[in-house]
Structures are given as C-alpha cells and as structure tokens.
C-alpha cells in the first residue's frame, strides 16, 4: 500500500512522533493506523511523543570548534532543571558533534542522518526524551568555516544560557574573537556593520524619528539634523561595529579589531527560548478544574 503525506501527517497528529518515525511505521504495518500506533507505542516512541504538545523553550546552547570548521546550536527542554542534567548535556555534544562532521542545511535534513551508534538523529532525540522524561528538540544549528588567517571566538554565558560564534578576518587572535563574542552576548546587535541594514528599515526608522522631533515641537529647520543625530543612534543600537567596547567604553568594537588588525566577518547569537511563547500554568485554576470533575 502506498503510503501518503496525509497518511504520515495524521499519524504524526495522532502520537506527535517524528514524521520519519511515522512513515516507517505505517510502511512496517501495510498503512493500518491503528496498528501503527501500536508500532510506535511497541518501540516507545508514541509515549516519549505524548509530550509533543508541551513547550520545550529552555535548554543549552553550544558551540564546538574544530580546526576551520565550527557549528553553534540550541537544544530546547522544558525546564532548566533538565538542562542541568549529565544525559540532557550529553545528548547536546552528542549533536553538536554528528553537526559539525556531516553539515546537514536544516534541522530537518539532520533528523533523517544517521549518528555513529546507528540510529537516526530523530530517533536519538526520541531516545533521550523517553529516558529523561521531557519533550526535548534540536531547534537551530549553524556550521560556520573559516580560513588560516582567521579567527574564531567562541563563548557561552551562564552554562549556555547565551551562546555566542564569532569570525574575525584578518587576524589569527582568537582571544580578541572571544572579547568581541562576550560583547555581543551582552549588548544583543543585530548587525554587523551598517550597510547590513536594510534601506526599508532605516527608512522607517528615519520616519519614526522625524515624528518624534516634530511632537516634540522642534523647529521645522533642526528636524533634519535632529533626526540624522538620533538615527547614528539607532545604528549604535544595532550594530556591533559602532557600538562601544565593553571593556573599553571609550573604544568601538570596530577600533578594538582594527588594533588586532581583522575585522569583524560575521556573527551568529542565540539565546534559549528567544522567540519562543511560554506557557503560564495557572495551578490553582488547574485545582479546580480537577475538584470539579
């Protein structure tokens, strides 16, 4: 029986288990989906996916390096008590290494490889959750290269609450890319430099600032110039390359490269569960629905 993308859809609806997990078992089961839950339920891989619909927004960072080649990455769990455990943190390095050997381009490319004990990396990740008791998921990775006569700076705050990779071209000073690294963890740009930013959002950025001043009631021939001021600002704000040193305010980071002789190629930041929507569980409103029942 040929097995359908809806077939395996409503199958990954009804256990939460992975689509490659699904798809196998409804080949292994001829496309009878009250069996294949049973496969999966067999294999214990439907009762680790019954947390499927719970929000996994904390967790690790990490960054491995290895010779011209490294990955950042961010492995959720639902709380940070888990993060703090030997197996969550193994199964971290465990990822960050298959990631940096086989560069798959998604997430989803990397569920479906095969890691060194044979099993797939989605499979690995069932095996964790089932083991430690929590949803679990690979959410992002980035595998970054490099030349000789360049730099990485790797650095992680707070165990891996922030994780951060920078490239420095230029120069081989690897401690000057892991200043630069704790910089970013702190003040969060989003840019490199500014012609990173896009015309549309200094654009706007320009417009919101001109209203201002004229709330403000500046005069009509300051306005420009106001605005031209407060936009340097704004670029301050967002880019890294205009920002002052954190460990030496009366230096840009720009400056503080520039002395090491590189520049600032590129940088990749993430924190655990930015952008993620947490769930507020209101226990005592969970008390009374269950003292109703």
Not at 129 to 134: D, F, N, Q, R
Request: proline share 1%.
């Amino acid at each position: 029986m040929a097995i359908t993308a809806q077939m395996v859809k409503e199958l990954r609806e009804k256990t939460g288990a992975g689509m490659l997990d699904c798809k196998k078992a409804l080949q292994e089961t001829d496309g009878d989906m009250e069996k294949a839950i049973d496969f999966l339920r067999e294999k214990g891989i439907a009762s680790a996916a019954k947390k499927g619909d719970r929000i996994a927004a904390e967790g690790l960072t990490s960054v491995l390096v290895e010779g011209n080649e490294a990955v950042i990455l961010e492995v959720n769990s639902e709380t940070d008590f888990v993060a703090k455990n030997e197996a969550f943190q193994g199964l971290v390095r465990e990822l960050g290494e298959h990631l940096l050997k086989n560069k798959p381009a998604s997430v989803e490319e990397a569920a479906g490889q095969t890691m060194e004990n044979g099993s797939t990396v989605e499979a690995h990740i069932n095996a964790s959750i089932a083991k430690i008791g929590e949803k679990l998921s690979l959410r992002r990775f980035q595998v970054v290269t490099k030349t000789d006569n360049d730099a990485f700076g790797e650095y992680l705050h707070m165990g891996g609450r922030i994780g951060v990779l920078t490239v420095l071209e230029g120069t081989t000073d690897s401690a000057a890319a892991k200043d630069v690294s704790m910089h970013i963890a702190a003040l969060n740009p989003k840019y490199v430099s500014r012609d990173q930013v896009s015309q549309d959002e200094v654009e706007r950025e320009r417009q919101v600032l001109t209203q201002q001043a004229i709330n403000e009631g500046k005069p009509e021939n300051i306005v420009a110039k106001m605005v031209e001021g407060r936009l340097s600002k704004y670029f301050e704000d967002v880019c890294v390359n205009d920002q002052s040193f954190v460990k030496n305010p009366d230096q840009k980071v720009r400056q503080f490269v520039e002395s090491k002789g590189g520049t600032i190629r590129e940088f990749i930041r993430y924190e655990v569960g930015e952008g993620i929507e947490k769930r507020e569980d209101n226990f005592a409103e969970e008390v009374m629905n269950q003292v109703r029942k």
